[in-house]
């Protein structure tokens, strides 16, 4: 039986022209490593297996980044700037509908099951640099937040964005 590792490098080296696909979440947990990490089958198990305890917790969410409105670059300030969805099954259904051709990335939230709000911290808040995983942190609380500011960017800020339950 394959594990995620296999599963992994048979995509990764498939054939050009190929077009089997990997599911959203096996790609975004092992994107989430350091790109020598994504070679070794114990860290690359291990990440998928964390990112799926993760989302059957609560504990992740699916990000778009909406950083234009008629025709003006928005901040990540700006409400709306990014759709944060609870799953890709939510995101695919807002996507198809607004953006066809847009993807989401899937994010781990930290301190607890995700609620009506996550807040977000950006170390480079001028990053569109959506995908790469440090591109921004996630917390489930401001409080939380709050403590990890405090504990690692003191001058850093964070900003609130709904949690978007979508229904076409």
Do not use: C
Request: glycine share 6%; no cysteine; proline share 5%.
């Amino acid at each position: 039986m394959s594990d995620a590792f296999d599963q992994w490098l048979e995509w990764r080296h498939k054939p050009a022209g190929d077009r089997r696909s990997i599911p959203a979440e096996l790609y975004a947990a092992v994107m989430s490593l350091p790109v020598a990490d994504r070679s070794d089958r114990q860290r690359v198990n291990e990440v998928v297996r964390s990112h799926d305890q993760a989302r059957r917790e609560g504990r992740t969410v699916w990000l778009y980044l909406d950083d234009y409105q008629d025709g003006r670059t928005r901040t990540i300030a700006a409400r709306g700037w990014v759709k944060v969805f609870t799953s890709a099954e939510v995101a695919d259904r807002w996507l198809e509908a607004n953006d066809p051709e847009a993807v989401a990335w899937e994010y781990e939230v930290d301190g607890g099951r995700v609620q009506r709000s996550v807040w977000l911290y950006s170390p480079d808040p001028a990053s569109r640099a959506i995908g790469d995983p440090g591109w921004v942190k996630l917390f489930a609380s401001i409080k939380v937040a709050e403590k990890w500011l405090e504990e690692n960017d003191p001058t850093g800020k964070i900003w609130e964005y709904p949690v978007q339950e979508w229904r076409a």
